[in-house]
T-cell receptor, first 114, second 109 residues
Framework: SAVISQKPSRDICQRGTSLTIQCQVDSQVTMMFWYRQQPGQSLTLIAT?????????ESGFVIDKFPISRPNLTFSTLTVSNMSPEDSSIYLC???????????FGEGSRLTVL | KNEVEQSPQNLTAQEGEFITINCSYS?????LHWLQQHPGGGIVSLFM???GKKKHGRLIATINIQEKHSSLHITASHPRDSAVYIC???????????FGTGTRLQVFP
Protein backbone atom coordinates (compact mmCIF):
# COMPACT_ATOMS: atom_id res chain seq x y z
CA SER A 1 0.00 0.00 0.00
CA ALA A 2 0.98 3.64 -0.24
CA VAL A 3 0.18 6.58 1.97
CA ILE A 4 0.15 9.99 0.34
CA SER A 5 0.40 13.22 2.30
CA GLN A 6 -0.92 16.16 0.34
CA LYS A 7 -0.85 19.78 1.39
CA PRO A 8 -2.33 22.25 1.69
CA SER A 9 -5.69 20.64 2.31
CA ARG A 10 -7.42 23.88 1.38
CA ASP A 11 -6.58 27.46 0.60
CA ILE A 12 -8.23 30.66 -0.41
CA CYS A 13 -6.19 32.67 -2.88
CA GLN A 14 -6.38 35.97 -4.66
CA ARG A 15 -6.68 36.24 -8.40
CA GLY A 16 -3.32 36.48 -10.13
CA THR A 17 -1.33 34.67 -7.45
CA SER A 18 0.20 31.19 -7.61
CA LEU A 19 -0.08 28.24 -5.25
CA THR A 20 2.10 25.16 -4.97
CA ILE A 21 0.60 21.86 -3.86
CA GLN A 22 2.87 19.16 -2.48
CA CYS A 23 2.49 15.40 -2.45
CA GLN A 24 4.72 13.12 -0.43
CA VAL A 25 4.44 9.34 -0.85
CA ASP A 26 5.74 6.92 1.76
CA SER A 27 7.22 4.63 -0.89
CA GLN A 28 9.00 5.00 -4.20
CA VAL A 29 6.74 5.14 -7.22
CA THR A 30 7.51 5.60 -10.89
CA MET A 31 4.58 7.74 -11.93
CA MET A 32 2.53 10.28 -10.07
CA PHE A 33 -0.69 11.64 -11.48
CA TRP A 34 -2.16 15.07 -10.90
CA TYR A 35 -5.91 15.53 -11.25
CA ARG A 36 -8.32 18.43 -11.12
CA GLN A 37 -11.89 18.06 -10.00
CA GLN A 38 -14.04 21.07 -10.73
CA PRO A 39 -17.18 21.59 -8.66
CA GLY A 40 -19.74 18.89 -9.38
CA GLN A 41 -17.50 17.21 -11.92
CA SER A 42 -15.43 14.08 -12.02
CA LEU A 43 -11.66 13.93 -12.07
CA THR A 44 -9.68 15.22 -15.03
CA LEU A 45 -6.06 14.26 -15.49
CA ILE A 46 -3.77 17.28 -15.66
CA ALA A 47 -0.43 15.56 -16.14
CA THR A 48 1.70 12.56 -15.34
CA UNK A 49 4.89 13.30 -13.42
CA UNK A 50 7.88 11.05 -13.96
CA UNK A 51 11.08 11.36 -12.01
CA UNK A 52 13.95 12.61 -14.11
CA UNK A 53 11.93 13.86 -17.04
CA UNK A 54 9.41 16.55 -17.82
CA UNK A 55 5.81 15.91 -16.95
CA UNK A 56 3.44 14.77 -19.66
CA UNK A 57 0.47 17.11 -19.94
CA GLU A 58 -3.01 16.27 -21.14
CA SER A 59 -4.83 18.23 -23.78
CA GLY A 60 -5.97 21.55 -22.37
CA PHE A 61 -3.25 21.79 -19.74
CA VAL A 62 0.08 23.51 -20.26
CA ILE A 63 3.31 23.68 -18.34
CA ASP A 64 3.25 27.46 -17.97
CA LYS A 65 -0.05 27.28 -16.12
CA PHE A 66 0.58 24.06 -14.17
CA PRO A 67 4.33 23.58 -13.69
CA ILE A 68 5.19 20.29 -12.04
CA SER A 69 8.32 19.18 -10.28
CA ARG A 70 9.34 15.60 -9.56
CA PRO A 71 12.73 15.75 -7.86
CA ASN A 72 12.68 12.15 -6.61
CA LEU A 73 10.56 9.00 -6.52
CA THR A 74 8.56 10.00 -3.44
CA PHE A 75 7.72 13.66 -3.96
CA SER A 76 6.05 15.95 -6.46
CA THR A 77 4.64 19.44 -6.58
CA LEU A 78 1.99 21.04 -8.77
CA THR A 79 1.83 24.81 -9.06
CA VAL A 80 -1.32 26.57 -10.19
CA SER A 81 -0.04 29.80 -11.70
CA ASN A 82 -1.68 33.16 -12.23
CA MET A 83 -4.89 31.88 -10.73
CA SER A 84 -8.38 32.94 -11.73
CA PRO A 85 -11.73 31.97 -10.20
CA GLU A 86 -12.04 29.26 -12.88
CA ASP A 87 -9.14 27.47 -11.18
CA SER A 88 -11.25 26.90 -8.07
CA SER A 89 -11.24 23.12 -7.80
CA ILE A 90 -10.00 20.18 -5.82
CA TYR A 91 -6.55 19.10 -6.93
CA LEU A 92 -5.48 15.55 -6.20
CA CYS A 93 -2.33 13.55 -6.64
CA UNK A 94 -2.43 9.83 -7.15
CA UNK A 95 -0.14 6.86 -7.56
CA UNK A 96 -0.56 3.22 -8.48
CA UNK A 97 0.59 0.42 -6.25
CA UNK A 98 3.73 -1.26 -7.51
CA UNK A 99 2.79 -4.58 -9.11
CA UNK A 100 -0.81 -4.31 -7.91
CA UNK A 101 -2.34 -1.49 -9.92
CA UNK A 102 -4.29 -0.41 -6.86
CA UNK A 103 -4.93 3.33 -6.75
CA UNK A 104 -3.91 5.63 -3.93
CA PHE A 105 -4.92 9.26 -3.66
CA GLY A 106 -3.85 12.20 -1.61
CA GLU A 107 -6.44 13.87 0.57
CA GLY A 108 -6.98 16.58 -2.02
CA SER A 109 -6.31 20.31 -2.00
CA ARG A 110 -9.48 22.39 -2.16
CA LEU A 111 -8.58 25.67 -3.80
CA THR A 112 -10.83 28.71 -3.88
CA VAL A 113 -9.78 31.69 -5.97
CA LEU A 114 -11.44 35.01 -5.25
CA LYS B 1 -21.21 10.04 -24.74
CA ASN B 2 -18.75 9.27 -21.95
CA GLU B 3 -16.72 6.12 -22.29
CA VAL B 4 -17.51 5.33 -18.66
CA GLU B 5 -21.03 6.00 -17.46
CA GLN B 6 -22.57 5.61 -14.05
CA SER B 7 -26.11 5.43 -12.82
CA PRO B 8 -27.83 6.76 -10.93
CA GLN B 9 -26.25 10.19 -10.54
CA ASN B 10 -27.90 10.70 -7.19
CA LEU B 11 -29.23 8.14 -4.76
CA THR B 12 -31.04 8.56 -1.48
CA ALA B 13 -31.62 5.66 0.87
CA GLN B 14 -32.83 4.89 4.34
CA GLU B 15 -30.43 3.25 6.72
CA GLY B 16 -30.43 -0.50 6.25
CA GLU B 17 -31.40 -0.48 2.59
CA PHE B 18 -29.55 -2.46 -0.06
CA ILE B 19 -27.91 -0.16 -2.58
CA THR B 20 -26.72 -0.76 -6.13
CA ILE B 21 -24.64 1.59 -8.24
CA ASN B 22 -24.00 0.73 -11.86
CA CYS B 23 -21.10 1.44 -14.19
CA SER B 24 -21.02 0.76 -17.93
CA TYR B 25 -18.05 1.30 -20.18
CA SER B 26 -17.53 1.26 -23.91
CA UNK B 27 -13.76 0.76 -24.15
CA UNK B 28 -11.70 -2.36 -23.68
CA UNK B 29 -10.22 -2.45 -20.20
CA UNK B 30 -8.07 -4.75 -18.15
CA UNK B 31 -9.50 -3.77 -14.78
CA LEU B 32 -12.03 -1.47 -13.19
CA HIS B 33 -11.76 0.55 -10.01
CA TRP B 34 -14.44 1.61 -7.57
CA LEU B 35 -13.56 4.67 -5.54
CA GLN B 36 -15.21 6.46 -2.65
CA GLN B 37 -14.94 10.23 -2.21
CA HIS B 38 -16.02 11.82 1.03
CA PRO B 39 -17.20 15.43 1.33
CA GLY B 40 -13.73 16.62 2.29
CA GLY B 41 -12.48 15.56 -1.11
CA GLY B 42 -10.21 12.67 -0.25
CA ILE B 43 -10.59 9.52 -2.35
CA VAL B 44 -10.25 5.95 -1.16
CA SER B 45 -9.94 2.93 -3.39
CA LEU B 46 -12.61 0.35 -2.61
CA PHE B 47 -12.02 -2.32 -5.24
CA MET B 48 -9.98 -3.14 -8.26
CA UNK B 49 -11.39 -6.03 -10.22
CA UNK B 50 -10.92 -7.60 -13.61
CA UNK B 51 -13.42 -10.44 -13.37
CA GLY B 52 -16.08 -11.93 -11.16
CA LYS B 53 -16.85 -10.55 -7.77
CA LYS B 54 -15.09 -9.12 -4.73
CA LYS B 55 -16.42 -8.54 -1.24
CA HIS B 56 -15.13 -6.37 1.55
CA GLY B 57 -17.33 -6.07 4.59
CA ARG B 58 -20.71 -4.74 3.47
CA LEU B 59 -19.42 -3.82 0.03
CA ILE B 60 -19.62 -6.11 -2.98
CA ALA B 61 -18.34 -5.34 -6.46
CA THR B 62 -19.07 -7.38 -9.56
CA ILE B 63 -17.93 -7.07 -13.13
CA ASN B 64 -19.08 -8.67 -16.37
CA ILE B 65 -16.35 -8.16 -18.94
CA GLN B 66 -18.44 -9.41 -21.86
CA GLU B 67 -21.28 -7.02 -21.07
CA LYS B 68 -18.87 -4.21 -20.10
CA HIS B 69 -20.72 -3.59 -16.90
CA SER B 70 -19.88 -3.42 -13.22
CA SER B 71 -21.95 -2.93 -10.11
CA LEU B 72 -21.18 -1.83 -6.60
CA HIS B 73 -23.53 -3.07 -3.90
CA ILE B 74 -23.80 -1.88 -0.33
CA THR B 75 -25.66 -4.12 2.05
CA ALA B 76 -27.27 -2.78 5.23
CA SER B 77 -26.43 0.79 4.29
CA HIS B 78 -25.44 3.24 7.00
CA PRO B 79 -25.27 7.05 7.09
CA ARG B 80 -21.48 6.82 7.13
CA ASP B 81 -21.72 5.30 3.63
CA SER B 82 -22.83 8.72 2.39
CA ALA B 83 -20.26 9.73 -0.21
CA VAL B 84 -19.67 9.98 -3.92
CA TYR B 85 -18.85 6.64 -5.53
CA ILE B 86 -16.80 6.72 -8.71
CA CYS B 87 -15.91 3.99 -11.15
CA UNK B 88 -12.77 4.35 -13.22
CA UNK B 89 -10.97 2.23 -15.75
CA UNK B 90 -7.77 2.41 -17.81
CA UNK B 91 -8.29 1.46 -21.46
CA UNK B 92 -5.94 -1.19 -22.79
CA UNK B 93 -2.33 -0.14 -23.26
CA UNK B 94 -2.64 3.07 -21.30
CA UNK B 95 -1.99 4.16 -17.75
CA UNK B 96 -4.62 6.87 -17.95
CA UNK B 97 -7.90 6.40 -16.17
CA UNK B 98 -11.29 7.29 -17.54
CA PHE B 99 -13.61 8.29 -14.71
CA GLY B 100 -17.33 7.97 -14.43
CA THR B 101 -19.24 11.04 -13.36
CA GLY B 102 -19.85 9.65 -9.91
CA THR B 103 -22.93 8.66 -7.90
CA ARG B 104 -23.77 10.82 -4.92
CA LEU B 105 -25.23 8.60 -2.20
CA GLN B 106 -27.00 9.92 0.87
CA VAL B 107 -28.12 7.47 3.53
CA PHE B 108 -30.49 8.83 6.14
CA PRO B 109 -30.97 7.36 9.60
Amino acid sequence: SAVISQKPSRDICQRGTSLTIQCQVDSQVTMMFWYRQQPGQSLTLIATANQGSEATYESGFVIDKFPISRPNLTFSTLTVSNMSPEDSSIYLCSVEGVNTGELFFGEGSRLTVL
Amino acid sequence: KNEVEQSPQNLTAQEGEFITINCSYSVGISALHWLQQHPGGGIVSLFMLSSGKKKHGRLIATINIQEKHSSLHITASHPRDSAVYICAAPPYNTDKLIFGTGTRLQVFP
